[in-house]
């Protein structure tokens, strides 16, 4: 159907919880293509360098879904750290078997617990987590203002290498683009503390999907969630809906029904300006006039 329908089509609005991959090849295909919307945020499902090529205008409705990702980032944490699932599957087995619920439990309070970046989402985590009695790490390409370090009483690493050394979690919210993509490989995992955590809910591609299974299975990772995955939807046979101490969902953190209302409204407004041929509002654009602009300019890179 979508194939069918690109060759003609002038506006494609996809979401990225199912998305609609607008690949280099794709793009080709579709010479009337102006405007590529994401109804919610993360535009890595275009290939934003043919976009850039093509003169293709892509838009995301920036914020529309920061909390949403924030609130289940801190949910999975909580749940990996404090062993949730397994001890409600042993409530829906009829068990009653306290020390197995226990054997994998912790308090998240004295923790080391870092995000990779710290733009809306990221801070939003670190906001969340502060009452947690936590201790909090981030890195990011630029350093967030000093009265929100101080806020946040967060420590800053110059980069991704220094921040899990020292992380008994890890929470990854930066955008996929070409810096980040395979960036939790099985050198960066290796250098992570023995038993750490990794929380994912950026994008699948940030993680090499095998090194995620093999550190599992060794012991290096003592949990992994998240709900992004490549492809997506994933296949019935993705190792990552049948690898040890896993809580992965579907994509779904950032599609509460609160959140699509907001992404809804967000998409509405960009079109209404596409139509009437009036600017579209910058932090919602990643490319425009064959460049990189708005927000795109700040969190992407092109190559
Ligand atoms: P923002 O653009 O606000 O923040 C992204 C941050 O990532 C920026 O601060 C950026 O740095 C930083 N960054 C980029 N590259 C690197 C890098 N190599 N190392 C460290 N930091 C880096 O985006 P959001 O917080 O709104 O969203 C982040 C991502 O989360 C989205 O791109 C999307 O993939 C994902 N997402 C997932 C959803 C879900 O349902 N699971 C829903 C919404 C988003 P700087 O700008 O300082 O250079």
Redesign the pocket.
Known sequence: MFERELPDAEVVISQ??WPAYLTAERIAKAPKLRLAITA?????HVDLAAAIDHGITVAEV?????V??SE?VVMMILSLVRNYLPAHQWVLDGGWNIADCVARSYDLEAMNVGT?????????VLRRLKPFDVRLHY?????LPAEVEAELDATFHP??QSLVRECDVVT??????P??EN?FDDTLIGQMKRGAYLVN???GKICDRDAVVRALESGQLAGYA???WFPQPAPRDHPWRTMPHHGMTP?????SLS?QARYAAGTREILECYLAGRPIRDEYLIVEGGQLAG?GK????SK
Do not use: K, Q, W
């Open positions: 990225p919880f919610g945020i993360g535009s890595d920036t914020y529309s879904n920061s949403s990702v289940h990779v970046a710290a733009g809306r989402i990221g801070t939003a890195t990011d390409r630029h350093r980069d991704v990854i919210n930066a955008p996929l683009h810096e980040t960036m809910t950026a994008r998240g709900d992004v994509h779904t953190s950032g599609t959140a927000t700040h969190s992407y890179s």
